[in-house]
């Protein structure tokens, strides 16, 4: 499988961009492991502002849930994925340095994660974001003061 997410630093600003365009950023489950090991390694680096993106026009549709990938869970299953998912959403609102959430197109369900647990959203005029009630809970953090 392609990684999720690609990294480039330019100076002091890294990039990073969310990518799985065919399902409008959604996150594999995969994908969860390596954004909160980048976020990990932000927090490391020399580098002083992290910029979350997603690719192609769409910022992130949360979590991949096609049925290909993932089997019908069981409640043990579910607490399982949201560990996993809470790990990046914990490792980003950890963060003592500054982040940025430059939102375009949708933003939803697990997808808001990334948004909220920046210090910073910059919108695009197509953003698209929704609400969402996730049987399976989630986490939201409000911003950092």
């Not at 927090?43 to 992290?50: G, H, I, P, T």
């Not at 990938?69 to 914990?90: G, H, K, L, Y």
């Amino acid at each position: 499988m392609i990684d999720f997410i690609t990294i480039a630093d330019d100076g002091p600003v890294r990039k990073l961009t969310m990518s799985n365009p065919s399902a409008r950023n959604a996150v594999p489950r995969t994908g969860w492991v390596e954004l909160a090991k980048a976020f990990k390694q932000f927090e490391a680096s020399d580098q002083r502002v992290l910029v979350v993106t997603g690719a192609d026009g769409d910022f992130c549709a949360g979590a991949d849930m096609n049925r290909g990938v993932i089997a019908e869970p069981s409640a043990s299953d579910n607490a399982a994925r949201m560990r996993i998912t809470n790990s990046a959403a914990i490792a980003l609102h950890r963060l003592s340095k500054p982040t940025i959430a430059a939102v375009d197109g949708v933003a939803v369900g697990a997808g808001h994660n990334p948004e909220q647990g920046s210090s910073l959203r910059q919108q695009r005029h197509r953003r698209q974001r929704r609400s969402s009630v996730w049987r399976d809970g989630g986490v939201q953090w409000p911003p950092s003061s």
